[in-house]
């Protein structure tokens, strides 16, 4: 089964390779990974998707919580969540293809960020599966690059992962 | 008071009570050595190899109980060090390893002797640091300290660049008392409610087994785990790492289990319904076949570390903590608790792990005409009357070792179960030494072990560390061969050793005593002979029987009921090997 594990971790040098490393070297597979700085500059928010069976994803959230340098983590799947994923995606346009183009990206609630005679670059947010089904609905050749951030979750409700 | 970097570190050390560092000099660490020079606190042995380095403060911490610490030079004296870090992080051994790095201003750059030190003890040390303000060096060697003794101890590894320790910049310095790191806080007692089940649940046993392994030992739980054993009545077996912990001469000893466990401590891991898993961690030489392992059995696991518990074997009742204040807890709803233990059941239990006892799967040829490996350990056990600090290397030595020196007492059998390390025994018997130098300290190793550190032949002679190696000479890698005459229909590919050295003039020439001894009523009187030379360092090369093999033994893939045994007891097990 597929789940979003939220880290808090040290904002060091280092933390990032520490999380990898377990990784490769425990087995276990990462599908995305994203890692930026919180309102608290020193530490860290990673969120990290993987599959596994239960057993493996208990593995992996003890293993994770023996790093030194991780401070929190929840694995979003066990609660409500939110998911969301960045997409930019560039598509070649012809005459014929821009409108149709256009009104698909509005479908999706996409927006257009750049344009040339013919390019345009879409981008669009939304969990995985959307931006998947938007990709699936335009014509594999005309797609010159996909560039996707990763997922990032949170938690619905008050509760949040912090110190 | 105002310290250079390379004085902070000696300082820290110091104000630790650190009593010995085991190091190697060089180029990235010259201002550290010049500070050790300038003072008599911190005694520093000077090894022959950084991986000797290693495995001695790994002895002298296993022997100890308190942190082993080690200082190497940058690249490859750091990277030498990495199998003895790679050791202690195995078998949960509480290091400090102090790296040198190049400069600062040129990591990264491919300097000369550089080695990214941090990345590549990464997966090995419980965690690691890179110091790069001379201002955070003594937190952060604290931290280290901190770090390797709490919690499920390990190697920590600080890398510390050359300019940090300039001499020439001087920084105010305190010690500090304690650290605190937010994201580290390892449990200490258990969940009452999870201790309350899990007393329940041993009351009502029927075939209860206490399975209980160097976590005991790490935890200083031995007094309460021989308590909690002898309250319950429950028979007891020790993982290899978990030998002394509980009393080997006591009568609800049933030995060690797993691959080379005894016949009546696997079977009764079969056959019973209730585990109590004590700081052990179901590592695949002791379970065997997973899918075949304990079927019967309900398990209860106390551990320090969460991430043990339910690894391969899941558990029914998961205990995490300490295991001495677990045990204290348990041991007090024991006695408050109107059930006891069924008697009947217990009794019965008793007479079928009996049966499995008369088996005798440690009986050998005693007649033989040549020496037997056994003969020699037992040999060794009644010239040190149960009371040596016994190390080892790896291989089949290792395992007889195990099997035929009852330990009574913690911390007195010293080798390494995890990573398996051949070259461990002699540098770590040096460490023991220099903990305990009144104390008897064998070295049981084999012929191809003992080469793999035998250079620190040259710092017992140096730091008068006499041990007495009991070298099993087969002229062969033996477990490899009796794997290859198991498994490989005795095609003996690479496992012999074609030229041995003549170790006695070895021994002499390292300037030690050298004994060579090829008959069975050689042994005791040069056993004798070896341990009344209190101040001298002896080499015993052993002929023993080159077709030995260690029994009982569960092959690869096979279950606990599913042991090799050896040739029945009273006949002759001389051979010729094919």
Redesign the interface.
């Known amino acids: 089964m597929r789940h979003i594990i939220s880290i808090l971790i040290e904002n060091e040098s280092g933390a990032l390779s520490r999380v990898a490393g377990l990784f490769s070297a425990r087995g276990y597979n990462i599908e995305s990974l994203t890692v930026a700085p919180t309102e608290d500059p020193s530490l860290s928010r990673m969120t990290l998707v993987t599959r596994g069976s239960d057993d493996i994803i208990e593995q992996i959230t003890k293993q994770l919580n023996k790093l030194i340098d991780v401070v929190k983590l929840i694995d979003l799947a066990d609660s409500d969540h939110i998911e969301r994923e960045l997409m930019m995606a560039k598509i070649k346009t012809t005459e014929q293809t821009r409108e149709e183009i256009r009104s698909l990206a509005a479908i999706f609630r996409g927006s257009i960020i750049d344009v040339t005679p013919t390019t345009y670059v879409v981008e669009m947010t939304g969990p995985s599966s959307k931006l998947d089904a938007f990709i699936a609905a335009i014509d594999g050749d005309t797609i010159i690059e996909v560039v996707r951030s990763g997922p990032t979750g949170i938690s619905r409700g008050e509760k949040g992962l912090h110190l | 008071m105002e310290l250079n970097g390379a004085q902070i570190v000696i300082q820290s050390l110091k104000d630790e009570g650190v009593e010995f560092i085991f190091g190697y000099p060089g180029g990235a660490v010259l201002h550290l050595y010049d500070a050790i020079f300038q003072q008599d606190d911190v005694k520093h042995i000077l090894v022959r190899h950084e991986q000797g380095a290693t495995h001695a403060a790994d002895g002298y911490a296993r022997a100890t109980g308190k942190p082993g610490v080690v200082l190497v030079t940058s690249g490859p004296g750091a990277t030498n060090a990495v199998t003895g870090i790679a050791t202690a992080y195995m078998d949960s051994i509480p290091m400090v390893i102090i790296s040198g790095q190049v400069p600062s201003p040129v990591i990264g750059s491919d300097a000369f002797q550089e080695v990214d030190m ?2 590549i003890t ?2 090995c040390v ?2 690691n640091f ?1 110091v790069k303000d001379v201002t955070k060096l003594a937190e952060t060697i604290k931290k280290a300290f901190y ?1 390797a003794t709490t919690g499920r101890p390990g190697p920590v590894v600080v890398d510390v660049p050359k300019d940090i320790t300039d001499p020439r910049i001087k920084v105010p310095y305190k010690y500090p008392k304690k650290v605190s ?4 806080n390892p449990a200490v007692t258990g969940h009452k409610g999870q201790i309350k089940k899990a007393v329940d649940l041993l009351l009502t046993a029927q075939k209860p087994i206490i399975y209980s392994g160097g976590g005991v030992i790490l935890g200083e739980a031995s007094k309460e785990l021989t308590e909690f054993a002898h309250t319950l009545g429950f028979p007891v077996t020790n993982t290899l790492m978990g030998l002394g912990a509980y009393p080997s001469t006591d009568k609800q000893f049933v030995g060690m289990l797993g691959m080379h466990g005894t016949y009546e401590a696997n079977m009764a891991m079969h056959e019973s319904d209730v585990i109590i898993a004590i700081g052990a961690r179901f590592d695949d030489r002791v379970t065997g076949k997973l899918d075949e392992f304990c079927p019967h059995a309900q398990i209860i696991h106390i551990d320090v ?3 043990s518990i ?2 391969t074997v ?1 558990v029914a009742i998961p205990i995490v903590g300490q295991v001495k204040p677990v045990l204290e807890q348990m041991l007090e709803l024991i006695r408050e608790s109107k059930k006891k233990p069924s008697k009947k059941a217990l009794e019965n239990w008793w007479n079928q792990i009996d049966q499995w006892r008369a088996v005798k799967c440690l009986e050998y040829d005693r007649e033989s005409r040549l020496i037997k490996p056994q003969y020699v350990i037992e040999q060794l056990y009644e010239v040190t009357k149960g009371e040596a600090y016994v190390t080892s290397d790896v291989g089949q030595h290792q395992m007889w070792a195990a099997q035929y020196y009852p330990f009574d007492k913690p911390r007195r059998w010293i080798n390494s179960g995890g990573l398996g390390t051949m070259g461990f025994g002699l540098p770590a018997a040096i460490g023991v030494k220099l903990a305990f130098p009144d104390s008897d300290v064998a070295c049981v190793t084999g012929d191809a072990s003992i080469q793999m550190c035998i250079q620190e032949l040259s710092t017992a002679l140096q730091y008068k560390t006499p041990v007495k190696i009991i070298n099993l000479n087969n002229s062969y890698m033996g477990m490899v061969r009796q794997w290859q005459e198991f498994s490989y229909e005795s095609r003996y590919s690479h496992s012999y050793m074609d030229t041995i050295p003549e170790f006695v003039k070895l021994a002499e020439a390292y300037g030690h005593v050298g004994m060579r001894i090829d008959k069975p009523e050689e042994v005791r009187p040069a056993l004798e002979e070896a341990f009344a030379m209190k101040d001298r360092t002896v080499f015993l090369d052993i002929l023993t029987d080159r077709t030995e093999n260690v029994y009982p033994m569960i092959e690869s893939g096979k279950g606990h009921h599913d042991m090799t045994l050896r040739v029945a007891p009273g006949t002759s097990t001389d051979r010729e090997l094919a």
């Open positions: 941090v990345g990464r997966p419980k965690h890179l770090v790191i937010r994201s580290y570390d969460p991430a339910s690894k899941k």
